[in-house]
């Protein structure tokens, strides 16, 4: 959309290109990485129409566009001294760079993700450098030879990304990808016109869109496999917890810290045991303790939100849901 609008700026093609990417960097940080090409091209293009009066609403239009779909963001930020802009800037000077791996290295894992994310296979780091080089080359061959900017751009943005990404220590999930998968999918499309022949053309682009169909069918688990049912998980547990909290004042905790606690509390206030508010520092005669990775460290735990609660004792624990469940009280015996 981009592109077209850049070939032929319009006040209504501004609008909706600003909309867009201020809504694409709301979705991920990532999504900032699409600023540099996109940049770039329009200083190509201001440079080719070499003035830019003829087509300043367009631009403004777009500039306005921008800052009103990520306002959300900016206003956010003034009211929590630019936490955003904070970190963000962290990501390239400190926190989430990785210390102890090289750039190249990380470069190697990006590519690698970039690749098997894409095409959904499974390809060794030194496969999946040399399937990007090879699509990398073939880009750059249809844009010499069709002189499409289309392709040059999507080029572009996919290889800056992919250079940028780099940077980080971030894990390489298949969603950080989005700001440049679709332009890999592009110019792979692309290449299918560096072919003369119109039927070898559709026959190929028959096959791939077959064999993309295929291999992102095969992935979606979700279309074949029974589902988690996570809602009921929350509820079954909850239930069990309610009988031993009995309407009673809790606390409430998780090993390890990062497992999720929110549906399980949900279900519990919904059954008017709202759990005590461990920000207020509420100290209650027990502590409900969910865990799911052994060991369960429980007692002297290194996990604060286990033990603010003081010194404890096992009073009971069952098991339900393939998770552990144990009820802590105050340990009272002398000498404690």
Not at 90 to 119: C, M, P, V, W
Not at 204 to 212: D, K, T, W
Request: proline fraction near 3%; hydrophobic fraction near 50%; charged fraction near 15%.
């Amino acid at each position: 959309f981009f592109h077209q609008w850049l070939e032929k700026p319009t006040v209504r093609g501004g609008i909706i290109f600003g909309a867009l990417l201020g809504f694409s960097i709301q979705l991920h940080y990532l999504g900032a990485l699409l600023g540099v090409p996109l940049a770039l091209f329009i200083l190509w293009k201001l440079v080719e129409i070499r003035s830019i009066k003829k087509h300043a609403k367009s631009f403004i239009a777009a500039g306005i566009s921008f800052i009103l779909s990520i306002s959300p963001l900016i206003l956010f930020d003034l009211r929590h001294d630019f936490l955003n802009y904070r970190q963000f800037f962290k990501l390239f000077t400190e926190g989430n760079l990785a210390s102890g791996s090289s750039y190249l290295f990380r470069l190697d894992e990006t590519i690698q993700g970039f690749i098997n994310h894409g095409l959904q296979l499974s390809f060794s780091p030194l496969i999946s450098k040399v399937i990007f080089i090879l699509i990398l080359t073939l880009g750059l061959l249809v844009y010499k030879y069709k002189k499409s900017k289309f392709v040059l751009l999507h080029v572009c943005n996919f290889l800056i990304f992919i250079f940028g990404f780099a940077f980080l220590s971030s894990g390489r999930f298949p969603h950080y990808y989005g700001p440049a998968i679709m332009s890999l999918y592009l110019v792979l499309a692309s290449l299918i016109i560096l072919i003369k022949q119109i039927k070898i053309q559709y026959t190929l682009a028959g096959i791939f869109i077959i064999l993309f169909a295929y291999l992102n069918i095969t992935k979606m688990y979700f279309l074949f496999a029974n589902g988690n049912n996570q809602i009921q998980h929350a509820k079954i547990v909850a239930t069990s917890m309610g009988k031993k909290i009995n309407h009673q004042p809790f606390n409430f905790a998780t090993w390890p810290v990062d497992l999720g606690e929110d549906s399980y509390l949900y279900f519990l206030e919904l059954d008017d045991m709202p759990v005590a508010d461990r920000e207020k520092l509420e100290v209650t005669d027990q502590l409900i303790v969910i865990c799911e990775k052994e060991p369960c460290m429980l007692l002297d735990s290194p996990s604060w939100n286990i033990s603010m609660f003081g010194k404890a004792q096992i009073q009971d624990q069952w098991e339900v849901e393939g998770l552990k469940i144990f009820k802590l009280v105050h340990d009272t015996a002398e000498g404690n």
